[in-house]
């Protein structure tokens, strides 16, 4: 129903910065909550940031204060990632949080955090 293309990862060292960006194939992004996502190797994903239509926004523990979820448009999204730390290496995916697109996942974009 959409798709959706991530960018930005690659290798960073502890305490860097990146900014992931999520584009969409339709003009979901205003209609429908937006979330960032993780997985890790042997996990599920998990919920990284949330951004609501009314630009409401949620955090992971593990993250707040040092990521921000932002909307450019209806089909650009970021997740700006700050200091950044090597327990914050998976891959991330963005999602259009809907019942209509729970199976719409991009192919993720990898983020790995090392010295």
């Known amino acids: 129903q959409v798709q959706l293309v991530e960018s930005g990862g690659g290798l960073v060292q502890p305490g860097g910065s990146l900014r992931l960006s999520c584009a969409a194939s339709?003009?979901?992004?205003?209609?429908?909550?937006m979330g960032w996502y993780r997985q890790f190797v042997e996990n599920q994903r998990e919920l990284v940031a949330q951004?609501?239509?009314?630009?409401?926004t949620n955090y992971a523990d593990s993250v707040k204060g040092r990521f921000i979820i932002s909307r450019e448009n209806a089909k650009k999204v970021y997740l700006q990632m700050n200091n950044l730390k090597p327990e914050d290496t998976a891959v991330y995916y963005c999602?259009?949080?809907?019942?209509?697109?729970?199976?719409?996942w991009g192919q993720g974009t990898q983020v790995t955090v090392s010295s």
């Open positions: 999602h259009v949080d809907h019942g209509l697109f729970r199976n719409d």
């Open positions: 339709r003009s979901v992004f205003t209609m429908y909550n």
């Open positions: 951004i609501s239509s009314g630009n409401n």
